[in-house]
């Protein structure tokens, strides 16, 4: 087994930091930590076990349906179709990656989540910085606060959607909230206050479904301190208080609260544009049509967005108003139109055999972090996007293979 080394440590920090590197920068530094572990574990001799590439290949075995479909895909839709196959290729790879490393060296990274956690912060810091400054300085409050302004002011700044940075910042609570056990009372406040302060900037973006997934994390973490609810009465103070103060101090809070009650009713001949729910309804309504005539065999992934793209085209004619182009905003949706009944299924199988692993080792953070993913999948085509696909493809695969007992992960945590 190899022994950790200085060069190591910078490897895991710099692995876990990367995701909010420009999307190049990410890139590299995500593919020249990974071949580093992987050339220390062959150097050192390591014997990976045959079990681990099968369970790598049922991970990534939905990259394999994207590589069949080049040959099989039309001319003029060949091009997208190899563009998807280079922005998927580490949804295959990387689980190959975590099987064949050393599992000191999976432990390492796991060990120094809290440097995710610290780039998470300083990023969200520094985004809504630039928004004030912008807001303040540069525009002079000329223009209304507004959540669209606001998100697009944070993305061009960060180069991260909001989406998938609420992603990072409730995995970043769930971090905080299970692997750091402060002794101290000072310890306990800081740790709080770094929870709250997260939970504001997922608020001031209230990207919807991540919103969910951690109020479902919230509430199993209730569930499993059931025995000491009345030792926890001013957390549920303190949390109200939260919910309290952003809907009357945050605009952008209350703004995308509002536009929930779209949920429940908007006339068919508004502008659905106004309100990104009414948007997301139509959005629903024209993927399940799509997937009403290609549900068993599939349309192809070159095809899609082209189907939806004339679809939206006659949305636009039939309401006289330009509705956009948008893909299908959901990864279950779009594997399963592009690949019929068997995408969908293998996307199935993998979280399922995931969760089914997370459960087994009862392993908090895997589980919260599928959590995150799964239900986020039902809003956002996550894999679509480089960020995406990084971001799911290292951490379902270091959890995956790295999912020791919590006693033995909570034991190597503490030993930092």
Same mark, same amino acid.
């Given at each position: ?34 071949? *580093? ?154 740790? #709080? ?33 059931? #025995? ?46 106004? #309100? ?32 939806? #793209? ?14 956009? *182009? ?37 392993? &908090? ?18 894999? &679509? ?25 909570? &034991? ?5």
């Amino acid at each position: 087994m190899p022994t950790i080394q200085k060069s190591d440590i910078f490897a895991a920090k710099l692995l876990l930091m990367c995701f909010f590197l420009p999307v190049h920068l990410q890139v590299y530094a995500a593919i020249g930590t990974c071949v *580093y572990f992987v050339v220390r574990t062959l150097a050192a001799g390591y014997y990976t076990p045959p079990r681990n590439y099968w369970w790598a290949v049922l991970l990534g075995a939905g990259f394999l349906l994207y590589l069949f479909a080049v040959p099989l895909s039309a001319q003029q839709h060949r091009g997208q179709v190899l563009r998807l196959v280079e922005r998927k290729s580490s949804f295959f790879l990387l689980p190959l990656v975590f099987a064949i490393m050393a599992p000191v060296f999976r432990q390492l990274i796991i060990g120094h989540f809290v440097y995710f956690v610290c780039a998470c912060i300083i990023v969200a810091v520094l985004g809504n910085l630039d928004f004030l400054y912008h807001h303040l300085i540069v525009e002079k409050g000329a223009n209304a606060l507004s959540h669209v302004h606001y998100r697009m002011i944070f993305e061009r700044f960060t180069g991260i959607h909001p989406t998938y940075m609420s992603i990072y910042l409730c995995f970043s609570v769930c971090i905080v909230l299970l692997t750091t056990h402060p002794e101290t009372k000072r310890g306990k406040i800081l740790k #709080n206050a770094v929870i709250y302060v997260m939970l504001l900037f997922l608020l001031a973006l209230f990207a919807k479904t991540p919103l969910i997934a951690i109020a479902l994390i919230g509430l199993h973490s209730l569930y499993r301190f059931r #025995n000491s609810l009345y030792q926890l009465r001013w957390v549920f103070v303190s949390f109200a208080a939260l919910l309290t103060g952003a809907y009357f101090l945050i605009p952008f809070f209350r703004q995308r609260a509002a536009e929930l009650l779209g949920l429940f009713g908007t006339s068919d001949q508004a502008d659905i544009t106004q #309100n990104s729910v009414s948007v997301r309804k139509l959005i629903w309504a024209t993927d399940t049509q799509l997937l009403s005539h290609y549900w068993l065999t599939g349309i192809g992934p070159g095809r899609l967005l082209q189907s939806l #793209n004339e679809r939206y085209f006659f949305h636009s004619i039939y309401r006289g108003y330009w509705v956009g *182009y948008f893909d299908p905003h959901n990864q279950y949706f779009a594997e399963w139109i592009s690949f019929g009944l068997v995408g969908f299924l293998l996307l199935v199988a993998a979280l399922v055999f995931q969760f089914a692993k997370a459960i087994k080792y009862r392993n &908090a953070i895997y589980l919260y972090l599928l959590i995150i993913l799964s239900l986020t999948f039902f809003t956002e085509t996550l894999l &679509a996007r480089q960020q995406g696909v990084i971001f799911y493809a290292v951490f379902t695969s270091l959890l995956f293979f790295g999912a020791g007992k919590p006693k033995d992960l909570e &034991a190597h945590v503490n030993s930092r």
